[in-house]
């Protein structure tokens, strides 16, 4: 089990690295070809109408933000357990504030209400996931405790 939190720790420190490269960096993420690529793309598929028109950039920038806390949430809400449950869903929120406020004191950055919503959202699903797994290990654990109780007797 040490092996297996140290290994957890690890992976959430290289996490915590890649997310501060992402939000830290002095230029948004999407203000270079592959955002233009994707705007391009959005309006290909717009114009050609395989793409539905609830699909907009706007759209994909907010469930990136979702997608970008889930492994955040997921990661501190398994390595911190139960008794700091409540602590982990609010530190999405908090971090992300935080991280919004930073960026409004950076040039060519800005900070946004609806990023920390979003951000705040993606660490309460990826703790909620956690939770869950955590959940539906310990019942099989259980379970195997008493099969394995019973086989004996």
Same mark, same amino acid.
């Given at each position: 089990?040490? *092996?297996?939190?140290? @290994? ?8 915590? &690295? ?6 830290? @960096?002095?230029? #948004?993420? $999407? $203000? ?6 994707? *705007?391009? =793309? ?6 050609? !109408? ?28 398994? &390595?911190?357990? +139960?008794?700091a /449950? +409540? #602590?982990v ?5 908090v ?13 060519n950055?800005?900070g $946004?209400?609806? $990023?920390?919503?979003?951000? !705040?959202? !993606?660490?309460?699903?990826? @703790? @909620?996931?956690?939770? =869950? ?6 019942? +099989?654990?259980? +379970?195997?405790? /008493? ?7």
């Amino acid at each position: 089990m040490c *092996v297996l939190r140290g @290994a957890l720790w690890i992976l959430t420190a290289l996490y915590c &690295l890649v997310v501060a490269s992402i939000v830290f @960096a002095p230029v #948004h993420v $999407d $203000d270079n070809e592959m955002g233009g690529a994707l *705007v391009t =793309w959005l309006d290909a598929g717009h114009a050609e !109408g395989w793409l539905p028109q609830f699909v907009t950039y706007s759209t994909i920038e907010q469930l990136s933000n979702v997608i970008m806390f889930m492994p955040g949430g997921f990661l501190f809400a398994l &390595l911190l357990g +139960r008794a700091a /449950r +409540r #602590h982990v869903l609010y530190a999405g929120f908090v971090v992300s504030a935080c991280i919004e406020i930073i960026q409004c004191f950076m040039p060519n950055r800005t900070g $946004d209400l609806v $990023d920390v919503l979003m951000n !705040g959202t !993606g660490a309460l699903v990826g @703790a @909620a996931c956690a939770f =869950w797994v955590h959940r539906v290990l310990r019942k +099989r654990r259980e +379970r195997q405790g /008493r099969e394995s109780g019973t086989s004996v007797a």
